[in-house]
């Protein structure tokens, strides 16, 4: 029993008692400087009337499964191509990884000028191009903020869902392809019959992490266009932050986090036992 104090103890600092604690925030009107008085449920009553909460809503599901579903199909593409005899393979699978180890800082940076209407190479590439006439104001567009968002963050991310997928087709025995090539079996069905099969399960936990790490992704939004233009881009994440760091409101901050923690167990539970069920079939 001793030996598992230090385990208990760890799980009790750090991730029960902020998890609870949270929980008592979401039903008080503690702010900065009050200590906070238990008030109910009139924050989540606040909350969910506010024009805010609903657009935040709609934002992190379009956010979450647009840039997953992106990832998925950069990934398992760079992956079937990484997977092949081909010239310099090892310096593209190092090379790969580049954009997901780089400080999101910087990455988000880099796409910030990336997309400017004045200075950024996008426009003059488009331009030159002649593809547009004009500049466009990718991230103080409303049409176009959260899918230039959305393509910044999974540029980064997608490196991930790449390596995971060719770690686990460096498993499959070639005898399989070998024997499928034999039968008169195509690329396309080789990859449906016998690599997608064999990767449920890394697929499978790989789009359960990499679903609550996107729902929960701040810095694309926060660096890249605040959450504007218009609430166009406000993802919960956001309207966190600006309800506790910037409104100071710390009980309405909580709420907004409570109320979509169902949310997101909820599309958890959904992708885990949509996947179960395909490697079950």
């Not at 799980?11 to 200590?35: E, R, V």
């Not at 699978?93 to 800082?105: E, T």
């Not at 903020?145 to 770690?167: D, G, Q």
Request: proline share 5%; with cysteine; hydrophobic share 55%.
């Amino acid at each position: 029993m001793g030996l598992l104090a230090p385990t208990v103890a760890i799980l009790l600092g750090l991730i029960l008692y902020p998890f609870f604690y949270a929980i008592w925030l979401a039903f008080s009107d503690k702010t900065i400087g009050n200590p906070g008085q238990f008030v109910g449920f009139r924050n989540f009553a606040y909350v969910i009337a506010w024009p805010q909460f609903s657009a935040a809503v709609t934002n992190t599901v379009v956010f979450t499964v647009c840039a997953v579903a992106i990832k998925f199909v950069l990934g398992m593409a760079v992956a079937l191509v990484l997977n092949q005899q081909i010239r310099g393979r090892n310096f593209f699978r190092a090379f790969l990884l580049l954009p997901w180890v780089m400080p999101a800082f910087v990455v988000y940076l880099v796409w910030r000028w990336l997309y400017d209407p004045l200075a950024g190479l996008i426009n003059y590439a488009l331009m030159d191009l002649g593809i547009i006439g004009g500049p466009i104001a990718f991230l103080s567009d409303r049409s176009t903020a959260m899918a230039s968002v959305i393509v910044a963050h999974a540029w980064r991310n997608f490196p991930f869902y790449a390596i995971s997928f060719l770690a686990g087709m460096q498993t499959i025995s070639q005898e399989l392809y070998d024997s499928a090539q034999v039968d008169g079996a195509s690329r396309v069905q080789q990859f449906r019959h016998i690599t997608l099969p064999s990767l449920y399960h890394i697929i499978g936990v790989v789009l359960l992490l990499t679903t609550i790490q996107t729902a929960n992704a701040f810095e694309p939004v926060y660096l890249l266009t605040g959450g504007g233009p218009s609430d166009a881009t406000m993802v919960y994440t956001m309207l966190v932050y600006v309800m506790g760091m910037v409104n100071l409101r710390l009980g309405e901050a909580a709420a907004v986090a409570t109320l979509f923690l169902p949310l997101l167990i909820g599309g958890v539970l959904i992708v885990t036992i949509m996947l179960q069920r395909k490697a079950n079939a």
